[in-house]
Each structure stands twice: as C-alpha cells, then as structure tokens.
C-alpha cells in the first residue's frame, strides 16, 4: 500500500513509469477522469498517518 497509493496518483497525473519495491510498470497514463476518491482502512495509527499524508479518506 505505501509503494502503490502514491505510484497510482502519480498515474493520474500523467505519464509515470515505476520501477520500485514490489510493482514495476513501464510509461503509462490514466484516462480516469475524475479521478475517484482512494479509501485506506487504518487501524494502525502509522496507516492513518499514511492516509492523511497522502490525501487518502480513512
């Protein structure tokens, strides 16, 4: 979830290769417009940090 949340809106915003961690994906882009909102389940209080850091509803 922390590699892919920010991968995925760097998505959004245009053309984004990634080549990191667990995922590893060459030159893309979204179509998906508006872009939906993303929902993290934080039980943790490091995963909700995580959210509201990355503009995510908890």
């Excluded at 590893?24 to 909102?37: A, G, M, N, R, V």
């Amino acid at each position: 979830m922390r590699e892919l949340v920010p991968a995925v809106k760097k998505l959004w915003e245009g053309d984004y290769a990634h080549d990191d961690g667990f995922w590893q994906f060459p030159l893309s882009t979204s179509s998906l417009k508006p872009h939906p909102l993303i929902w993290i389940a934080a039980c943790d209080p490091n995963s909700h940090e995580f959210a509201v850091t990355n503009g995510c509803n908890v």
